[in-house]
C-alpha cells in the first residue's frame, strides 16, 4: 500500500490500482477500497482458496488424503479430551 501526501489533511492511498481519499488522523482508519471492493477481494480470494485446493488434489492426491485424515483423526482425538473433560466434572450438588 502506498500513501503519498495529496492535499492539507489528506492522502491518496492506493491498493490493486483502486484509489480514495482519506482523512489520516490519530485513531481514524483509512480504507482504500471500498464496500465493494471488499467484497471483490472476498470473492476473488475464495476462488483462489478453492483453485489450490483442487490444484493440491489434482498433483499429490495421497498426501491430500493423508491430510484428511489426520485432519479427521485429530478432530476425533480433540472430541475425545473434551468428552473426558466433561465426563471428570463434578456437577453434583
Known sequence: MAIKRWR????????C???RLGTIKTGHRVTALGRQG???MKKNMKYVAIAFVIFYLLSS??????FV???FTQLGRAGGSVSAFVDGL???P
Open 69 to 71: 485424515n489426520n485432519v
Open 38 to 40: 471488499r467484497a471483490f
Open 8 to 15: 492539507s489533511g489528506h492522502s491518496k492511498i492506493a491498493l
Open 90 to 92: 463434578d456437577l453434583s
Open 17 to 19: 490500482g483502486r484509489t
Open 61 to 66: 492426491p495421497n498426501e491430500a488424503a493423508g
